[in-house]
Nanobody, 131 residues
Framework: QVQLEESGGGSVQQGGSLAVSCRASAYPHTYNCMGWFRQAPGREREWVAAIYTVDDIPYVSDSVKGRFTISQDNAKSTMYLSMNSLTLEDTAMYFC????????????????????????WGQGTQVTVSS
C-alpha cells in the first residue's frame, strides 16, 4: 500500500512560480514510478510529468516543457514539481500518482500516460493562477 500526500499548492499571479510536493508513505519496493496530473473544472485529467525513481529519469508533457520541472528526493520519499512562468491555463487541481512498473523509464512513462492503470493517487492540491 502506498499513501501519497500532496502539499504546496496555492495562489500565484500569472508569470509567477510555485512548487508542489508529494510525500509517499510506503513499504519498500511498492512503487518505482511517480507522476503529476492536473484537472481543471470541466476538463479531462491531464498528465503533466513523471519520474522513474530508480534512475531519476524525468519526463514532462509538451504543454509544460521548459516551464515545469519534476524531481525527487529518495531519502525523503518525496517528489516535487517546480512550476515557473505560470499562466491562467495552469490553474487546476494537481494530483500525485505512483505505481510499480517494469524496468526502465519508458515503462514509467507508459504507465503515467495510461492513468486508468495507475494504482495509487493522492488527494490533490489546488493551484490557482490569477491575472
Amino acid at each position: 500500500q502506498v499513501q501519497l500526500e500532496e502539499s504546496g499548492g496555492g495562489s500565484v499571479q500569472q508569470g509567477g512560480s510555485l512548487a508542489v510536493s508529494c510525500r509517499a508513505s510506503a513499504y519498500p519496493h511498492t512503487y518505482n514510478c511517480m507522476g503529476w496530473f492536473r484537472q481543471a473544472p470541466g476538463r479531462e485529467r491531464e498528465w503533466v510529468a513523471a519520474i522513474y525513481t530508480v534512475d531519476d529519469i524525468p519526463y514532462v508533457s509538451d504543454s509544460v516543457k521548459g516551464r515545469f520541472t519534476i524531481s525527487q528526493d529518495n531519502a525523503k520519499s518525496t517528489m516535487y514539481l517546480s512550476m515557473n512562468s505560470l499562466t491562467l491555463e495552469d490553474t487546476a487541481m494537481y494530483f500525485c500518482a505512483a505505481d510499480w512498473v517494469g524496468y526502465g523509464g519508458s515503462s514509467c512513462l507508459g504507465r503515467m500516460k495510461d492513468a486508468g492503470r495507475i494504482k495509487y493517487w493522492g488527494q490533490g492540491t489546488q493551484v490557482t493562477v490569477s491575472s
